[in-house]
């Protein structure tokens, strides 16, 4: 039978209830969300002659619940307007039209008794063959099925979802002994390839595999610091982005999250886990308690390890909790001779064993931590999981982790790391022991591309499932790259197709990756089917290397920065205009000349978490790559008879002026950046993949190298006239300072068309001539240097 998932109930319009909602709408599925009726009228519906009868009375709390999800930060669709693909109503009027829909998900409150109550209404209305699953991080899912059908229990099944649903990649699925193994198969597959999930799947044990091992490991940080007399300011530098985690470390995840939910889940195991031998990690310290009597629980109470608060200024302060004494203090600065000597080494993995060879306290924390992390792990197998991968993409999946546990003991060398674990009291299961005997001394292995894990069972190396359905970059680095230099490198991804990725810091865009992506194109066009520009990295480009644009400018090198944006523009204009099929896969940060780049291609093959814009505004530039040439050809492509030509162009002209950045690849297409012919991967793991599989559609399509476009209509002086006293009236209104409306009216110059009596038409390489030369002139002015010298030193945008 072939299952299609349309139409998607969602029981419990909670924080978490009304994002999954949201999420099943990102993918284009109608969702029904249904919450409780309430049990009196609030002050408000009495005053406005309500009764209990009363349509919006009775789906009072749904309606609040779905309406504070659209508007929360960060935004749980990815457009609002997807908003319109979820109805609302309640479990007393509406539970019946249930039997229309094609998925059933129960996110009530963690009770089981109220689990049970639930699913006895959904079993009075739900048709045979509907699926039913539970998301539940805590309670065993086998618990549910009592008094239920055998057909309600073959398609019933947890789905753990992880908050908020959108951004964080995992989804734990757990049967039970009845559900049929063709739903959990439908499940796996449907999480991976629609919602976008690496979705693992767990036994039925307290807390799954995610919050099970990243629980333990909170905990064992919070254990290390305290044996190394350690501070919350010291914990969350250590434990954030120099070791591959979220920016918000341990101390501020928690506030984010809420130290209740921490205190609850780290409780559940303590008291679910007799047996553990980990257990007493679980019991959570003094201070926490003493935390959760004063109710300082985090963002939702105002405070928790830090506190926001004003000075005497009125200037935001961050306070950080002193854990001895419980008083707020102002934030320290952390220093660390470990973390300095790693500060020159990017990439992550070659950081880990410096880090772990520090002879400071750094050194001594990583070293504890993180070697009890290994041993808890190894323990896990078979228990929690009966392969080693699951873990790993559990906790960095759930947690945000880049590196997981196993694939760090890896980095640092098993065999070496299991002698230093011993000497520090933290031994490994024994099966790591009958691993290294048997002469096999990593648990991971890539061969052919596909990336293998080392199955405990048979003693040897198994693919890991479902990986030759991706490509990664990493998996084939040693057998297919081509080319190479210090900030881009080609790979042969087979079938004739190429792939150009860059690995420079942020991936900026300086002269190794033009190179590379000119490299790239001369190869594909002489021997090769297309081409991929595509990278694996945190970020797709943070664009443009200012540092060498402000090093020509201070000097007043121009004809070196000119020269410079001439080649770029060049290189973008090859991307589009080459003899093979061109397709850039962006993801996350997409800006300035990344999104230039994106704009160029044939076909672009975005990650649905892509934050892409022409942001130049705010290092006092305009876009100087293709882009501002890109939005006005694209708004010239688009006009049709009728239309107010203005109104269109303004809308683009706002769009760079105000250097405005799409939270999501959908969002992009409203604004002109990605068009509705574009492509859009929701899992981010099969994007390269999927690049590759455009390129070979156009490549069969008979694809024609396309002819640079002569006919772009431009508004001319008319047009400039009525951008700059838009500007003007923002600048008398203090919106825009006096830099600010230069650059726009430079921006309008270059959309416009120039000094132009007349609306006409003008080719691209006009248009790029006059944004070329509108870049090189803010290179020269005072304030563009400043703009640029804030950015580079301190990362924040100056307003001058």
Same mark, same amino acid.
């Given at each position: 039978?072939?299952?299609?998932?349309?139409?998607?109930a969602?029981?419990?319009?909670?924080?978490?209830?009304?994002?999954?909602?949201?999420?099943?709408?990102? /993918?284009? #599925?109608? +969702?029904?969300? @249904? !919450? $409780?009726?309430?049990r009196?009228?609030?002050?408000? &519906? %009495?005053?406005?002659?309500?009764?209990?009868?009363?349509?919006?009375?009775?789906n009072?709390?749904?309606?609040q619940?779905?309406?504070?999800?659209?508007?929360?930060?960060?935004?749980?669709?990815?457009?609002?307007?997807?908003?319109?693909?979820?109805?609302?109503?309640?479990?007393?009027?509406?539970?019946?039209?249930?039997k229309?829909?094609?998925?059933? /998900?129960? #996110?009530? +409150?963690?009770? @089981? !008794? $109220?689990?049970?109550?639930?699913f006895?209404?959904? &079993? %009075?209305?739900?048709?045979?063959?509907?699926?039913?699953?539970?998301?539940?991080?805590?309670?065993p899912?086998?618990?549910?099925?009592?008094?239920?059908?055998?057909?309600?229990?073959?398609?019933?099944?947890?789905?753990?979802?992880?908050?908020?649903p959108?951004?964080?990649?995992?989804?734990?699925?757990?049967?039970?002994?009845?559900?049929?193994?063709? /739903?959990?198969?439908?499940?796996?597959?449907?999480?991976?390839?629609?919602?976008?999930?690496?979705?693992?799947?767990?036994?039925?044990?307290?807390?799954?595999?995610?919050?099970?091992?990243?629980?333990?490991?909170?905990?064992?940080?919070?254990?290390?610091?305290?044996?190394?007399?350690?501070?919350?300011?010291?914990?969350?530098?250590?434990?954030?982005?120099?070791?591959?985690?979220?920016?918000?470390?341990?101390?501020?995840?928690?506030?984010?999250?809420?130290?209740?939910?921490?205190?609850?889940?780290a409780?559940?195991?303590?008291?679910?886990?007799?047996?553990?031998?980990?257990?007493?990690?679980?019991?959570?310290?003094?201070?926490?308690?003493?935390?959760?009597?004063?109710?300082?629980?985090?963002?939702?109470?105002?405070?928790?390890?830090?506190?926001?608060?004003?000075?005497?200024?009125?200037?935001?302060q961050?306070?950080?909790?002193?854990?001895?004494?419980?008083?707020?203090?102002?934030?320290?600065?952390v220093?660390?001779?470990?973390?300095?000597?790693?500060?020159?080494?990017?990439?992550?993995?070659?950081?880990?064993?410096?880090?772990?060879a520090?002879?400071?306290?750094?050194?001594?924390?990583?070293?504890?931590?993180?070697?009890?992390?290994?041993?808890?792990?190894?323990?896990?197998?078979?228990?929690?999981?009966?392969?080693?991968?699951?873990i790993?993409?559990?906790?960095?999946?759930?947690?945000?982790?880049?590196?997981?546990?196993?694939?760090?003991?890896?980095?640092?060398?098993?065999?070496?790391?299991?002698?230093k674990?011993?000497?520090?009291?933290?031994?490994?299961?024994?099966?790591?022991?009958?691993?290294?005997?048997a002469?096999?001394?990593?648990?991971?292995?890539?061969?052919?591309?596909?990336?293998?894990?080392?199955?405990?069972?048979?003693?040897?190396?198994?693919?890991?499932?479902g990986?030759?359905?991706?490509?990664?970059?990493?998996?084939?680095r040693?057998?297919?790259?081509?080319?190479?230099?210090?900030?881009?490198?080609?790979f042969?991804?087979?079938?004739?197709?190429?792939?150009?990725?860059?690995?420079?810091?942020?991936?900026?865009?300086?002269?190794?990756?033009?190179?590379?992506?000119?490299?790239?194109?001369?190869?594909?066009?002489?021997?090769?089917?297309?081409?991929?520009?595509?990278n694996?990295?945190?970020?797709?480009?943070?664009?443009?290397?200012?540092?060498?644009?402000?090093?020509?400018?201070?000097?007043?090198?121009?004809?070196?920065?000119?020269f410079?944006?001439?080649?770029?523009?060049?290189?973008?204009?090859?991307?589009?205009?080459?003899?093979?099929p061109?397709?850039?896969?962006?993801?996350?940060?997409?800006?300035?000349?990344?999104?230039?780049?994106?704009?160029?291609?044939?076909?672009?093959?975005?990650?649905?978490e892509?934050?892409i814009?022409?942001?130049?505004?705010?290092?006092?530039l305009?876009?100087?790559?293709?882009?501002?040439?890109?939005?006005?050809?694209?708004v010239?492509?688009?006009?049709?008879?009728?239309?107010?030509?203005?109104?269109?162009?303004?809308?683009?002209?706002?769009?760079?002026?105000?250097?405005?950045?799409?939270?999501?690849?959908?969002?992009?297409?409203?604004?002109?950046?990605?068009?509705?012919?574009?492509r859009?991967?929701i899992?981010?793991?099969?994007?390269?993949?999927?690049a590759?599989?455009?390129?070979?559609?156009?490549?069969n399509?008979?694809?024609?190298?396309p002819?640079?476009?002569?006919?772009?209509?431009?508004?001319?002086?008319?047009?400039?006239?009525?951008?700059?006293?838009?500007?003007?009236?923002?600048?008398?209104?203090?919106?825009?300072?006096?830099?600010?409306?230069?650059?726009?009216?430079k921006?309008?110059?270059?959309?416009?068309?120039?000094?132009?009596?007349?609306?006409?038409?003008?080719?691209?390489?006009?248009?790029?001539?006059?944004?070329?030369?509108?870049?090189?002139?803010?290179?020269?002015?005072?304030?563009?240097?400043?703009?640029?010298?804030?950015?580079?030193?301190?990362?924040?945008?100056?307003?001058?």
């Amino acid at each position: 039978m072939t299952r299609r998932i349309n139409k998607v109930a969602v029981l419990g319009s909670g924080i978490m209830g009304s994002r999954i909602a949201c999420h099943f709408a990102n /993918i284009g #599925v109608k +969702v029904l969300l @249904l !919450d $409780i009726v309430p049990r009196e009228l609030s002050e408000d &519906e %009495k005053k406005k002659g309500l009764t209990m009868d009363s349509k919006a009375v009775r789906n009072r709390i749904v309606t609040q619940a779905f309406e504070s999800a659209v508007k929360s930060n960060p935004a749980p669709l990815y457009d609002n307007k997807f908003a319109s693909r979820i109805s609302l109503g309640n479990f007393d009027d509406d539970m019946e039209k249930i039997k229309d829909y094609d998925w059933v /998900i129960e #996110v009530v +409150v963690e009770n @089981l !008794d $109220i689990k049970k109550k639930v699913f006895e209404q959904v &079993e %009075k209305y739900r048709k045979p063959g509907t699926l039913i699953t539970s998301n539940t991080s805590g309670i065993p899912i086998h618990l549910m099925l009592d008094g239920r059908s055998e057909d309600f229990q073959r398609h019933f099944c947890g789905t753990h979802f992880f908050n908020p649903p959108r951004y964080l990649k995992l989804l734990e699925i757990i049967p039970t002994p009845k559900t049929d193994p063709e /739903i959990t198969d439908f499940l796996m597959h449907y999480g991976d390839l629609y919602l976008g999930k690496t979705t693992v799947l767990c036994k039925d044990t307290p807390a799954f595999i995610a919050n099970r091992v990243g629980i333990y490991a909170i905990l064992k940080v919070i254990d290390s610091m305290q044996k190394l007399d350690l501070n919350v300011d010291e914990i969350d530098k250590l434990t954030g982005p120099v070791i591959g985690r979220p920016k918000s470390a341990t101390f501020r995840t928690s506030d984010v999250v809420g130290l209740d939910t921490l205190i609850k889940v780290a409780n559940g195991l303590y008291q679910g886990l007799p047996n553990d031998e980990g257990r007493d990690t679980f019991k959570l310290p003094d201070v926490v308690a003493k935390l959760e009597e004063n109710k300082w629980l985090g963002d939702k109470t105002g405070q928790g390890f830090y506190k926001k608060t004003k000075d005497e200024k009125g200037k935001t302060q961050i306070l950080t909790l002193d854990l001895k004494t419980l008083e707020y203090k102002p934030q320290q600065k952390v220093k660390f001779g470990t973390l300095e000597a790693t500060k020159p080494i990017d990439n992550l993995k070659e950081r880990f064993k410096p880090l772990f060879a520090g002879k400071d306290k750094a050194g001594e924390f990583y070293r504890d931590s993180f070697y009890a992390l290994f041993k808890y792990v190894s323990n896990r197998i078979p228990e929690i999981a009966d392969e080693l991968y699951k873990i790993d993409d559990a906790i960095c999946a759930g947690f945000g982790w880049e590196v997981g546990p196993f694939e760090t003991w890896d980095v640092l060398g098993v065999k070496k790391t299991v002698e230093k674990m011993e000497e520090m009291g933290y031994k490994p299961n024994q099966w790591v022991y009958d691993m290294l005997d048997a002469g096999i001394e990593s648990f991971y292995t890539a061969k052919d591309g596909v990336r293998n894990y080392y199955d405990i069972d048979s003693k040897s190396y198994k693919p890991v499932p479902g990986a030759d359905e991706y490509i990664i970059l990493d998996n084939i680095r040693k057998s297919k790259v081509l080319w190479s230099n210090a900030g881009s490198t080609i790979f042969d991804l087979g079938d004739g197709v190429l792939n150009v990725e860059f690995h420079t810091k942020m991936n900026t865009l300086g002269g190794e990756v033009v190179e590379g992506i000119n490299r790239a194109i001369d190869m594909a066009e002489k021997d090769y089917r297309g081409l991929v520009i595509g990278n694996q990295g945190a970020q797709f480009s943070a664009g443009a290397n200012l540092g060498m644009v402000f090093m020509y400018a201070i000097e007043q090198e121009y004809d070196e920065v000119d020269f410079m944006i001439r080649h770029f523009q060049n290189t973008m204009m090859r991307v589009r205009y080459s003899s093979v099929p061109v397709v850039v896969a962006p993801h996350g940060l997409t800006l300035g000349g990344g999104c230039e780049m994106t704009m160029h291609a044939d076909v672009v093959q975005a990650a649905a978490e892509t934050y892409i814009g022409l942001v130049e505004v705010g290092v006092g530039l305009i876009p100087g790559g293709g882009g501002t040439k890109e939005l006005t050809k694209r708004v010239s492509d688009a006009l049709e008879e009728g239309d107010v030509e203005l109104n269109a162009l303004q809308n683009a002209f706002m769009n760079i002026a105000t250097a405005k950045v799409a939270t999501s690849a959908h969002e992009a297409i409203g604004m002109n950046i990605i068009r509705p012919q574009d492509r859009i991967t929701i899992n981010k793991d099969r994007q390269i993949a999927d690049a590759k599989a455009t390129v070979l559609e156009l490549a069969n399509a008979g694809y024609t190298q396309p002819i640079q476009a002569t006919n772009i209509k431009v508004q001319g002086k008319t047009g400039m006239a009525l951008f700059m006293a838009g500007v003007n009236g923002m600048r008398m209104g203090n919106y825009i300072s006096d830099h600010d409306v230069k650059i726009a009216n430079k921006i309008a110059y270059v959309m416009c068309g120039g000094d132009l009596s007349y609306a006409q038409e003008v080719s691209e390489q006009y248009l790029l001539d006059l944004e070329r030369e509108a870049f090189l002139s803010l290179t020269g002015e005072k304030k563009t240097l400043e703009r640029i010298q804030s950015i580079l030193t301190t990362g924040k945008a100056l307003r001058n």
